[in-house]
């Protein structure tokens, strides 16, 4: 098992700087970074873009792995995320995921002045955007006309510095989803069922990861791969015990233990932002990241 976090970029750099290097010192595996132009109780307040933020944290660290969770194509096109992709790659050392999912309703579906995606065509974008994305990574050059997204001669030499390009965390529950996952994922991301968030409880909510973890089984029998292939990541904070993960060392070890269970082979929790939904102990927060996971693997 695996412990990452995610590091809000809220922060000035002065001080993210601080958190990021403190995240490698306590030894998570990774640290993502939302891709939002802003997010939800956050919305009226500081908010850095992505990219940047992993750029400048690529440079601050050493060995921790950094990515997205999640990237969507909501305010992104293949084309121009491939060159700034490659390029962070490369100035990381290869050290990037790229968390990628198809993105949903709210402020960043509407801030380049378009009117709200169906979920309909979120799926068909999704379903464009990850293929055209993983040949822009991998080819030298691109050329591709589709429904929703197109590139004339796209040229991305001399690639990622990870071969034959940065791995892909999917994000995905439905079926199209689970499909891409399979298909060009290394790896798959869930926060579990969003129907159980506020009134479901927590055995429900992992019955439903394990039906989700499942259905990742056969979208890759399908697609003749072997799902152990995938590492099975889960982004806590949207489940039923959200709020208890990390009360203890004791509540997150039995949390933890119980969902690699299920297949999981990374957790991901939020390093934590005072007043917030993300609110928790600095102290229990770094012993679970000390003392935790050397707990559960023995």
Known sequence: MRLSTVILPIHRWAEGRKIWRRAEDLGFHAAYTYDHLSWRSFRDGPWFGAIPTLTAAATATRSMRLGTLVT??????????????????????????????????????????????????RADRFAEFVPLLDRLLTEGAVTHEGTHYSANEARNVPGCVQRPRLPFAVAATGPRGMRLAARHGQAWVTTGDPKLFETGTPEQSREALRGQVEKLGKAC??????VAELDKILLTGFTPEANGVLDSVDAFVDFAGRHAELGFDEIVVHTPVPDSVFAADVTVFERIATEGIAQLNG
């Open 72 to 121: 969507s194509p909501n305010f992104r096109h293949p084309v121009t995320l491939a060159k700034e992709l490659i390029t962070l790659d490369d100035i990381s050392g290869g050290r990037i995921t790229l968390g990628i999912g198809a993105g949903g309703n709210g402020f960043d579906a509407t801030a380049l002045g378009q009117e709200p995606w169906t979920p309909r065509e």
């Open 221 to 226: 029998a399908d697609a003749g791969r072997d």
